[in-house]
């Protein structure tokens, strides 16, 4: 915590400047003080109740002092005094996000982390909340978990999933059955492979965490195939600089289109965030649509392209393993890249269902947990 002891104040035209005891002057702005007193917010939901358009001028200061621990400003043509806490001002004094709990160190991994992979009791999960909070942590960090002793019953996907956000839904409806249809919509829908791939990029704004709950799998073939698009773009940024700026600045369409639906986005293969670090991947050859970019251009964008995906495609990140009946497999469909062996439909049962809940509601979670020290 930053001390402030008996700070001078200078008031200036559009603002008004506070010098710490270190020396340090901290310029705070008339328009952002007056909107951010504390009378600003309602106290029961914590929302802003002023509304800054109100104002019939720009907000001036016609005095500003120091009592005690506060700053205290009189509004030039208000009945308006705002009382600021020091510590705030200090802790807002330069142009940083407020911590976020939830802006965890996201950890790579690579072909053998099965093993490791972060599993939770689904009975735990539902009675402890720090149980609750382990696992959306595993999938803040990881980007995968798994959730073992699943019931059988019809909401158990939906019970589980809703830990963790309102489930979502999609143009396949608030969940999917992932077996062989008679006829299919999607190529996850029949025993073919299913090459590596994001979920539903033909949506505005794809699904954030995917949950598939392994109700049987008898079948011969069928292994889960997974990878961490984080690890795999990091390690490309590294080997191809040029080839990964393409493919983080450039969107290219995805289309998906049956009798009842004609979904159409456009996305970018790789997800960077303001800070330049990547947040995931965008990738489905199956509902890739034809890329509508100058032919010249292409000449560069496919090239680097299909170098990226012969990478993705590198042993050293393919983990691979059998869901078995009784589990959830749960991950960041923004980070995870996943598809599936082609499986024989005649020797078993195979029947997976699925659904989604935003990542933003992951991350809101987790905050609430941390909270109540109940993370």
């Known amino acids: 915590m930053t001390t402030l002891t008996k700070?001078?104040?200078?008031?200036?035209?559009?603002?008004?400047?506070?010098?710490?005891?270190?020396?340090?002057p901290a310029y705070f702005n008339y328009f952002w003080l007056r909107d951010n007193c504390p009378s600003s917010f309602d106290p029961q939901?914590?929302?802003?109740?002023?509304?800054?358009?109100?104002?019939p001028a720009p907000p001036r200061a016609t005095t500003a002092d120091i009592t005690d621990t506060h700053l205290v400003i009189s509004w030039q043509g208000e009945d308006h005094i705002s009382r600021h806490n020091l510590e705030f001002l200090a802790a807002n004094s330069s142009a940083t996000p407020r911590p976020d709990p939830a802006d965890l160190p996201r950890k790579p991994w690579f072909s053998d982390h099965y093993p490791n992979m972060q599993r939770f009791a689904q009975p735990e999960v539902i009675a402890n909340?720090?149980?609750?909070a382990a696992w959306a942590k595993a999938l803040l960090t990881d980007g995968v978990a798994l959730v073992t002793e699943m019931p059988e019953n019809p909401t158990g996907l939906e019970d589980t999933a809703g830990l963790l956000g309102y489930i979502r839904a999609s143009f396949f409806g608030p969940s999917?059955?992932?077996?062989?249809?008679?006829?299919?919509?999607?190529l996850a829908f029949t025993s073919k492979a299913l090459?590596?791939?994001?979920?539903?990029?033909?949506?505005?704004?794809?699904?954030?965490?995917?949950?598939?709950?392994?109700?049987?799998?008898?079948?011969?073939?069928?292994?889960?195939?997974?990878?961490?698009?984080?690890?795999?773009a990091e390690d490309?940024?590294?080997?191809?600089?040029?080839?990964?700026?393409l493919l983080a600045e450039t969107d290219i369409p995805f289309f998906c289109e049956h009798e009842s639906f004609d979904?159409?986005?456009?996305?970018?293969?790789?997800?960077?965030n303001t800070r330049g670090e990547v947040t995931g991947l965008t990738i489905s050859g199956h509902l890739q649509d034809v890329f509508d970019h100058d032919q010249r251009f292409l000449d560069r964008y496919y090239p680097a392209y299909w170098r990226f995906a012969r990478h993705m495609h590198d042993p050293t990140y393919l983990m691979r393993f059998r869901l078995n009946a009784g589990e959830c497999i749960c991950f960041d469909n923004h980070r995870i890249v996943h598809g599936r062996e082609a499986y024989s439909?005649?020797?078993?049962?195979?029947?997976?269902?699925?659904?989604?809940?935003?990542?933003?509601?992951?991350?809101?979670?987790?905050?609430?947990?941390?909270?109540k020290g109940q993370a």
């Open 263 to 272: 979904m159409r986005a456009r996305q970018r293969v790789i997800e960077l």
């Open 236 to 245: 490309f940024r590294n080997s191809n600089p040029e080839d990964f700026a």
């Open 45 to 55: 939901t914590r929302e802003r109740s002023f509304d800054l358009q109100t104002l």
């Open 176 to 186: 999917f059955e992932v077996k062989t249809h008679i006829k299919p919509t999607n």
């Open 195 to 232: 090459e590596m791939h994001t979920d539903l990029p033909p949506e505005d704004l794809p699904p954030g965490i995917q949950y598939l709950h392994c109700l049987a799998n008898s079948v011969a073939g069928g292994d889960s195939l997974f990878l961490d698009g984080l690890a795999v």
């Open 129 to 132: 909340p720090a149980e609750r």
């Open 345 to 371: 439909a005649t020797s078993g049962e195979r029947h997976l269902r699925g659904c989604y809940t935003d990542r933003g509601e992951l991350r809101s979670t987790y905050r609430a947990l941390v909270a």
């Open 7 to 24: 700070p001078a104040v200078t008031l200036q035209d559009q603002g008004l400047t506070l010098h710490l005891t270190d020396g340090a």
